[in-house]
């Protein structure tokens, strides 16, 4: 009886140190509190400061934006940065084999971008997460399958699978989301397993068994919020993954597909024009560029911020 | 030893079926590929006789066990459109995409390790800000992207270097130089930090202490145990290294195994898509394994399992 | 330190490896033309497979009886030295005295007859041509003469037979090694030996010493793919090719300003058209879309489609196209090109407010026609696709169509639209302008899956002209077959695709044919 309870007043204090770090700098409102730890690290606030910027782009993309993304003009095809067309209009990062405006086009191409980064990392995120879970609590028989199920889907470079599964089922945006999110939790199981079975022997998770708590309840109460951390730095790793993927894809014509503007699609379509067009290429890679380096960085930051242990695998 | 070999294999057979079942099932989720086949012209009835032909008749499970049987004998069935079997075409590639990988992997290991070595022995200085930054922007950068920016600079603009094929040597640089970008930015970060945890380490401490020479030091003592984590990472490496030379390839027009692979899905050859699958899985468990066996001779204190 | 032995062991290979694989570069004598193709080339066997651009290439390798000649009029002479109508359904061919194979099997009457039998009756995968089916038999008269028989007269028997599948292989030794094998190592009949081969990638042909009609002028001949235009431009400024087709719009210019590189223009032979569904029972379509009526089965509805297009424009979007109204290229030995590929003609027949009349014929109110399903893929046979049907969109909707536009990629648009008879509205269709063949698709007993027409007056004049052989008694009947076709407005055309061809005249000298084939027999090396 005596052991019991000091084991529960040792989970209790170790789980109490848990709720301290997490809660750096003073007591102040939680925006005020994410800026003022953002403020501390630069690559962090850099990080924040370009995903910010894009997410906002993609919202709000069709106020600013100098022109009209479907708006053509064969006419002024392939101008290049800088051209002045006959109304005055200025089209500063120059027009494509339609006349559509570049930079205009980016400004609609951040919407994809966002949305297929956003949303396949939510769906492989939460699949991943209840596989790794399942696989490192339950254990045994079940986790040896799991795990070798993770083994061979991990042998297939995810490009490649990707590819041939888009290939296979044809793609469009909503398709092309479904496969890379029923595609990425591979790398999400693995690592929540080896976390779970780290917390699994915690003394508090020993204590709560003690306690009389049922499995279910160890489970979705004291395993899974101690590996979320672990998720989320995955989760920005991820998201800079997918959408280099998504490009990819719309680059080699096997993803999302006009009319819908994406950066790889403007990529896919400058391509056929380098010799002449650069900046029908140039500009939309260093849109993806600028994007996904703010996803890493933010990503490098949640890592040393949450959950030094964790080393990104993508 | 001997117990390690077996345990391998055993694993190696366990995920090449799992593999196997995965790749098949992917491959026919949108029935058959007898519609990109036929002409146009064809008329229902001769478009069934070929799916006969094929064999896409019979049910899926009787499919996937022939499949099986003929691949263990080393058929992986004949290409639809080449006709000629599959794995006749993946061998007749194969040397180049080995080349593409050696002469990447080459860029990629003599850029990073130094860079991340100097970027772990200057720990927070201005060069280690510029080699981390440098190695972010890489790993940020698509490699297809930056591919085609070095064929605007260095074919269309410079002409110095062919922005095609693999018809003279050095047309090996450009698609080399992409592909070792970005396994360099992915190693050198991993170095970086594999050297700073060994750094810390005591015995380095102590080697310093006695006042072994800077370099012997790190060559000797930190970098060999350094090593491990930093071959993991080029194990994995490898594994992005064959992916992205599917995209690469194709942009170079690089005529190896990813660019076959692109061409076969864009027509649907699922003979030549599944058994290229299939290669891919099979080397990146081997390249694997040979990692393990690399860290046994680096690090005599790691035992088989 | 080993580290650093291991990064040298592993650029040694590279090195040593990237001297191995590449191809000794030609340090000989030998003149060499290198052509870039866009890819995919298919296999060897020339009866086993339709891809006219594989074709292409087979064209050097094998000889046909007759072929069709370069400037589009007539034919000329390959394995046969001469043939003639005997009577309306016998056409002999007299065959050359010790021609041979590549492999020195003699290439006599009963080869040509297994070859052509083989066509006809093909087994395995090999898809039945509908093209041969005006043969009845092919008579061996003597080792050097065959007789073509057909039931009855044919119009174009020297089309026919000069068209794909009629490439001739050694029966002997295809029998022996199988399609397999002959796909690894084919033997050839044509002025050029395969010397290289590396499926759909490199294809490296030598001259034949010992061919009929003599050795050809240039010594190599080599199909580099290259899928990309924009590498195949590259590789031009650098000297790696010597020609390539489809120059993107704004590399003409600078093409055209480099030395010893010159720009020519010539028809593809191939068009774009939007096919217009006409029925509901056809292909895949009852069961994909069990409830839906197309707007197009309207015929009012389809005049207005046709009304709504304006073809110079688009055909300015493709760019490098010349307008039309019907499947009749620019070069048409049949007759009617003055009439359906006049630009002033194809300009007034934009006429929006014609178009809107039409849709108010059909019974909808101004402004709110109906809705149209557009399917497309991205790259169509003949270039960029993606581009034309976004602006056509455009054009629809100015008329009062609501227009839903899907892009997809080429195997995806054959397998989920095109081939399964999945197209709802309307659908894009890259066709070359065969005369021989035209007819054909717009007969009762046609067996698309895409749709299915049938008129039986229309189908009658079909029938007329396939056995006509009297040149302006066809023509006659012909007036009345494209009035039904443009009537019909089933098929609507759009552009015929030219094709832009940059050329290294410093060291070649070539005349592009009239039919759009990129075949090398004739290519000539430039005076010096």
Redesign the interface.
């Known amino acids: 009886m005596e052991s019991q309870s000091n084991q529960l007043s040792q989970a209790a204090t170790i789980a109490e140190r848990r709720a301290e770090t997490a809660v750096l700098p003073a007591r102040r409102s939680a925006p005020l509190r994410i800026l003022a730890i953002l403020a501390q690290s630069p690559v962090g606030f850099a990080g924040s400061l370009i995903v910010t910027a894009v997410v906002v782009l993609a919202f709000i993309g069709p106020v600013i934006s100098p022109h009209d993304p479907l708006n053509r003009n064969i006419r002024a095809r392939f101008k290049p940065p800088g051209f002045v067309d006959e109304s005055g209009a200025l089209y500063s990062l120059g027009n494509d084999q339609l006349g559509r405006d570049i930079l205009s086009r980016i400004i609609a191409g951040s919407r994809v971008s966002v949305l297929v980064g956003v949303v396949s990392v939510l769906i492989s995120g939460t699949i991943g997460v209840i596989y790794g879970l399942i696989s490192g609590f339950v254990g045994g028989i079940v986790d040896t399958v799991l795990m ?2 993770v ?11 990707v ?3 888009s ?4 793609a469009g945006l909503s398709t092309l989301i479904l496969i890379l999110g029923f595609t990425g939790w591979i790398t999400y199981a693995r690592v929540i397993r080896g976390e779970v079975l780290k917390v699994r022997e915690m003394e508090y998770v020993i204590a709560a068994y003690a306690l009389g708590q049922s499995r279910r309840k160890v489970m979705l109460i004291h395993i899974l919020p101690n590996v979320v951390s672990s998720a989320i730095v995955l989760a920005a790793v991820q998201v ?1 993954v997918t959408i ?1 993927a998504e ?2 894809l719309s ?4 993803g999302v597909k006009p009319p819908t503007v994406t950066w790889g699609l403007m ?1 896919s379509d ?2 056929q024009y ?2 002449s067009a ?1 900046w029908m ?2 500009f939309p ?1 260093i849109a ?6 703010g ?3 933010l990503g ?1 930051w949640l890592r040393d911020f949450l959950d030094p242990n964790v ?1 990104g ?1 993508a | 030893m001997r117990g390690f070999i077996i345990s391998r294999m055993v ?1 190696l057979v ?6 196997s079942v ?2 098949f099932f ?2 026919r ?2 029935g058959d ?1 007898i ?10 009835e ?1 478009i069934e006789q ?1 799916r006969k ?2 064999g896409f008749d019979r049910p899926l499970g009787e499919q996937y066990i022939t499949f099986v049987r003929k691949a263990i004998t080393g058929d992986f069935g ?1 290409s ?6 599959a794995m006749e ?1 993946i061998i ?1 590639r194969l ?2 995409s ?2 593409l990988a ?2 990447s ?2 860029i990629g ?2 850029v990073a ?1 130094p860079l991340g070595i100097l970027s772990a022995l200057k720990r927070n200085s201005l060069l280690d800000l510029i080699i981390t930054a440098m190695s ?2 890489g ?4 490699n ?2 930056l591919g ?2 070095l ?2 600079i260095f ?2 603009h410079l ?1 110095l270097l ?8 050095k ?2 640089i450009l698609p ?1 130089v992409t592909l070792g970008v970005g396994m360099a930015a992915r190693l050198s970060r991993m170095t970086r ?1 594999a050297m700073l945890e060994v750094l810390n380490q005591d015995y380095v401490r102590t080697a310093r202490s006695k006042g072994l020479m800077q370099k012997t030091v790190i ?1 000797r003592h930190a ?1 060999r145990n350094a ?1 491990i984590p930093i071959i993991t ?1 080029f194990g ?1 490496q490898l ?2 290294l ?3 030379s ?2 690469v390839e ?4 690089w ?1 190896g195994l990813g660019r ?4 076969s ?4 050859d699922n003979t030549v ?1 599944q058994a290229g ?1 299939l290669f ?3 080397s ?2 081997l390249i694997n394994y040979a990692i393990d066996v690399i860290y046994i001779i680096l690090d005599p204190r790691i035992k088989f399992q | ?1 080993k ?1 650093v032995r ?2 040298i062991l ?2 040694l ?3 040593i ?3 191995a ?3 000794a ?1 030609a340090q000989d004598d030998m003149s060499e033309f290198v052509f870039a193709h866009s ?2 080339i ?2 060897m ?1 020339p009866h ?3 891809y006219g651009s594989t074709h292409w290439m087979l064209n050097l390798y094998y000889d046909c009886l007759i072929w069709r000649a370069a400037d589009g009029n007539g034919y000329v002479p390959q394995a046969a030295q001469s043939w003639e109508a005997i009577d309306d359904t016998t056409w002999r061919f007299h065959l050359r005295e010790g021609a041979t194979f590549h492999n020195g099997e003699p290439l006599d009457a009963a080869a040509v007859k297994w070859n052509i039998d083989r066509v006809r009756h093909p087994v ?2 090999i ?4 093209q041969w089916d005006f043969v009845q038999e092919v008579v061996v008269v003597d080792e050097l003469t065959v007789d073509i028989l057909t039931p009855q007269p044919h119009a174009f028997v020297e089309w026919d037979v000069s068209y794909n599948g009629c490439e001739l292989i050694p029966p002997a030794y295809f029998e022996e090694v199988g ?2 094998e002959f ?2 190592n084919p033997v050839g009949s044509g002025p050029y030996k395969l010397v290289e081969l ?5 294809y490296v042909f030598e001259a034949w010493d010992d061919y009929h009609s003599g050795r050809p002028e240039v010594d190599r001949v080599v199909y ?5 235009p ?3 431009v ?2 031009l ?2 000297g ?1 090719i010597d020609m390539m087709i489809g120059v993107p719009v704004p590399d003409r210019e600078r093409l055209e300003a480099t030395d010893g590189i010159s720009l020519v223009n010539e028809s593809s032979n191939i068009m774009h058209h939007y096919y217009a569904r006409v029925d509901t029972d056809s292909g895949a379509f009852p069961e994909t879309f069990p409830e839906y009526e197309p707007a197009t089965l309207d015929i009012n509805v389809r005049k207005a489609i046709t009304h709504a297009f304006d073809r110079h424009l688009l055909a300015e979007v493709h760019g490098a196209a010349e307008p039309r109204l019907a499947r009749v290229c620019a070069h048409y030995p049949e007759g009617y090109a003055d009439k359906y590929a006049d630009p002033d003609i194809i300009a007034d027949w934009y006429n929006p407010e014609l178009a809107k009349e039409y849709l108010a014929a059909a019974g909808y109110a101004e402004g709110e026609g109906p809705t149209l399903y557009l399917d497309t893929p991205v790259v169509g046979r003949g270039g960029g696709a993606k581009e034309v049907a976004e602006v056509a969109a455009a054009m629809l909707e100015d008329v009062g169509f609501t227009v839903d536009l899907t892009v997809r ?3 995806a648009f ?2 989920e639209v ?3 008879g999945n197209n709802r509205d309307l659908m894009l269709a890259t066709l070359g302008c065969s005369y021989a063949g035209v007819t054909r698709y717009y007969q009762c007993d046609w ?3 895409a749709y299915n027409i049938c008129n039986e007056e229309w189908d009658a004049v079909a029938d007329a002209i396939q056995v006509t052989i009297d040149t302006d008694e066809r023509l006659a009947l012909w007036e009345q077959w494209w009035e039904f076709y443009i009537d019909y407005s089933q098929t609507i055309t759009l552009f015929e695709v030219t094709n832009v061809m940059a050329l290294n005249t410093a060291d070649f000298a070539y005349a592009p044919r009239k039919d759009g084939w990129m075949t090398f027999r004739d290519v000539q090396v430039a005076d010096m």
Do not use: C
């Open positions: 070798r199920i083994d061979g889907l991990l042998a297939i470079p995810f490009i490649i699978l590819i041939a599964i290939g296979v089922v044809g800079g280099l490009s990819s680059f080699l014509g096997l990529l400058g391509r380098i010799n650069w290429t140039a890679g993806i560029t600028i994007t996904v380096l996803v890493v960085f490098d080393r695998r | 694993q366990v995920t090449m079926f799992i593999v995965v790749v992917i491959l989720l949108s590929p519609l990109v086949l036929a002409p146009d012209f064809f008329s229902e001769q070929m032909f094929w004949k639809y459109l080449a006709k000629r079997p075409l007749e040397g180049y080995w080349l050696a002469a992997a080459a290991l003599t390790i972010s922007l790993t940020a950068m698509p297809f992207w085609l920016m064929i605007i074919s269309v002409r062919p922005a095609f094929g693999a018809l003279e040597p047309a090996i080399s930090s060559m970098l090593l990472v994995l594994g992005w064959l992916g992205g599917v995209v194709s942009v170079f027009s005529p076959l692979m692109i061409d899905i864009s027509v649907r898509v699958l891919y899985a099979l990146f468990i | 330190m580290t291991l990064l592993l650029s290979i590279a090195v490896g990237a001297l694989i590449a191809p570069a890819g995919p298919r296999p066997d086993s497979h339709w395995g995968d898809p039945l041509y509908q399609q397999e796909n690894r590396s499926e759909n990638d490199r580099q793919v290259i899928p990309e924009s590498a195949q590259a590789a400024l650098a790696q990629d080429a195997s054959a397998v095109q081939r399964s067996s698309a899956v």
